[in-house]
Every structure is written in C-alpha cells, then in structure tokens.
C-alpha cells in the first residue's frame, strides 16, 4: 500500500465517523470563538459522545428491525430485493475503493467552499451518507465512460454541490419543523421528507399537529414517547410473529419462546429510540453553540445539516405515525410492483423507520395530523417505486440483486445513470453544468437572507 492510498485510507476512515466529523466542527467553532480550554474540550467532547450515543441507539433499532422483517418475509410469503445502502456500498468497495475515497476527500472539502464563496451555506456533516453518495458516483460515473482523475474532480463536484444544494432545497419546511433553529437537514433521504412537507401543506393544518392529540387522563401514559413507541412496536412484533408461526420464530429466537421474544423485542426497540433522542439533545446542546464560530469567523451565516434522526425529538408522536404510515406506502407499492410484474422491492424496516419517521416530522410541520399521515405514505411509495427504478442501473454496474435505498441515492443514480445511457460523458458534463449555475446564479440576485432558503419568515 502505497503512503498516499494509506493517507486516502485514514482520511476516509476518519470522515466516514460522523462523530468526529462532528467534533472536528465543533473545535473549529469553539477556536474561533476564542473559548477557553476547558470549553474547547467539553464542547468538542460532548457532541461526539451525543452522536456515538445516537449511533448506538440507532444499532440498537436496527438489530431489533432485523429479525422483524424476517418474520415478516416468512408470514407474508415475500421475496424479492431489500434495498441497503450498505450492500451496495460493500459489494463497490471491491473495485471502487480509491476512487470512492478521492470523490469523499474532495466531496467533503468543495462543500465547505462552496458554503464559503456561494449562497448555499449549508456544511454538510453526516459523514456515513457522504460515504455512501461517493460510493455511488463512483459507480455510476464510471460506467459512463469517466475514469481516474477526471472521475473523481467530477464526483468530488458532485458530492459537494448536492451537499449544499439538498438542505437548501427544503430550509423552509427544516425551519418549520424545528420552530426556526440554526440547523438544516443532512441527510440523503432529504427529497423525500420534502415531498412529504409539500403534500402535507396542500392536505392539512399545522395547528392540527400530532403533538397536539388529545388524549384522556387515563391515556397520559401515551404522551410517554418511549411507552407508546414500546406498545406500537410490541404490536408489530407480535402480529409478525403470528403470521410466521411458532416453529420459525423459535429458530432465530436463541431459545427464547416465540412469543416472548417478540414481546421483547418490541421493547427493546422502544429503549433505541430513547437512546437516539438522548444522544441527539447531547449534539444539539454543543453543536449549535460551537457552530456559531464557524458561522461568524470562517463561513459566515453557516448553518449544519444534520443527521436526519437529530429533528425526531421536534415532533415524538410524528415519528410513530410516520414509520407505521411510511411502511403501508411501501407494502402498497410492492403489491403495485407486483400486479404491474416489476421486481419486488420488499419494505426495509431501517430506510422506513428512519425515513418514514423523518416524513413524518416534516408533513406534520406544514399539515398537522394528515400532512404527517399523507406525507408519509407518499414518502413510503416512494421508497418502493425509486429504488425499483434504479435497480437496472445498479444491475448494468454488476450489483444486481441489491439497491439503494434512500431516495436521494435513487434519484442522482437514475438522473446521472439515465444522462450517461443516452448521451455518455456528455451527458454528465450536462448535470455538472446545471449544477454550476445552481450554484452561481443567486449570487448576482437579491434574495431575502444570504443563506439561499434560510427565510427570515419561517411562517411562509
């Protein structure tokens, strides 16, 4: 291994872990601010372990998810593809490992000058899906005739230009949604939790909001997000556990009686969710603080775009009603796909329940209960029809069988995937073009804040 492919190495490692990417805009916050020591440490220190604890709770979520969708492809009698961004990504890492590396490295650092010089003033700091979206252009572009440093100066533009141009795109729901905190979204499911936002505008009333249910004294206990979110999911399980029968569930159960399993599993659920919203009160209470110093001294007016779990504690009850509606939508879209004789996209618990949920917070912002409902639904359809459609795409670069599923993953792979197919590099050279002037264009026009879609009106 060569000293510049270990530096790659290293250096994606370490902006892979979204907790140091954290830390490290922390300590560049709290240094320009001239913080005394003992600050500079406790408020780097503190937002890492918030997202360490974040990242835990969601491990703790997905490896209780995993034996659910088992249950549920055994009861249900389904087979087909389950979307997972990391099948995808391990399964490129083979042959695209040091260009995936280069694109991240120089994704990472472009956004940070385009939030400096240009409008978009949004620093992108969810390390793990900048990963992934690097892991995708490489493949993507590659096919479409690009190679070595050309592919990753392409990429590298890509990845930091769609890092500042999606939280723009939808500041004036994320604002919304947080009551107009200095944060944005960072996550690329973001499309997604936009179209939610939409539909529940044009569906609802955000003074009808799910935080606002009306529950009997003797249903207080529900306004305990960890206890609701313990009896819906015990629910789950058990339905699926039923519909798998005795016989399978015993067998990835360790011994356990089936049903007590998914009795417990449906707790334990419940506890990663209370370690993901303790986690996430740890990021903001430092986070936010610290930015102030990149935000004033070196990119003015820069606002973070976080993890998309950082919004749950905004709208707890949202959250629930956007996994359960968001996970109907993609049951609906299979079926769709089945009667229409595409291939099966079998609803991922992890991208539905993190995504759903996230629907789910923003519909509510702009359309109260029905905006989160609807605006979840649609999300969960389109989490079923996307990643169908990009899954030929995937299937041409040799990943058959397996898809992205996040939805801005589906539509910049089917978007560079479709200009590449009837135009080759050309076709590329296009979307870089138009993204050029994205960026360009509102620098020689007023608008209402310097941060494009940071509305000084967040009731708009």
Known sequence: MSFLTGLLEFLKDVLSEPALLIGIMAFIGLIALKSPGHKVFTGTLGPILGYIMLGAGADFIVSNLEPLGKMIEKGFHIQGVVPNNEAVVAAAQKILGVETMSILVLGLVLNIVIARFTKFKYVFLTGHHSFFMACLLSAVLGASGLNGALLIIIGGFLLGAWSAISPAIGQKYTLKVTDGDEVAMGHFGSLGYYLSAWVGQKVGNPEDSTEKINIPEKWAFLRNTTISTALTMVIFYLVAAVA???????????????????????????????????????????LIPAFQGIATKIIPNAIPAVDCAVFFTYAQTAVIIGFVFSFIGGVIGML????????????????????????????????????????????????????????????????????????????IGILLGQAGNLLSVTGIYAVVAVLVLILLIPNFIKTKSISINNYEDTNM
């Open 244 to 286: 798998a029968g005795p016989e399978y569930v015993a067998s990835i159960s360790d011994g356990l009686s089936p049903y007590l399993f998914a009795i417990m599993s449906g707790l334990k659920f419940a506890i990663g969710v209370a370690i993901v919203y303790s986690g996430v009160r740890m990021i903001l209470a430092d």
């Open 336 to 411: 769709i796909l089945g009667v229409a004789g595409g291939v099966l996209i079998i609803p991922g618990l992890v991208p539905h329940f993190f995504c759903g949920a996230t629907a789910g917070i923003y519909g509510n912002a702009t359309g109260g209960r029905k905006g989160a409902i609807i605006g979840s639904f649609v999300n969960g359809l389109a989490l079923a029809f996307l990643p169908a459609l990009l899954l030929p795409v995937l299937g041409e670069l040799g990943f058959a069988n397996t898809t992205f599923g996040d939805i801005d993953f589906t539509v």
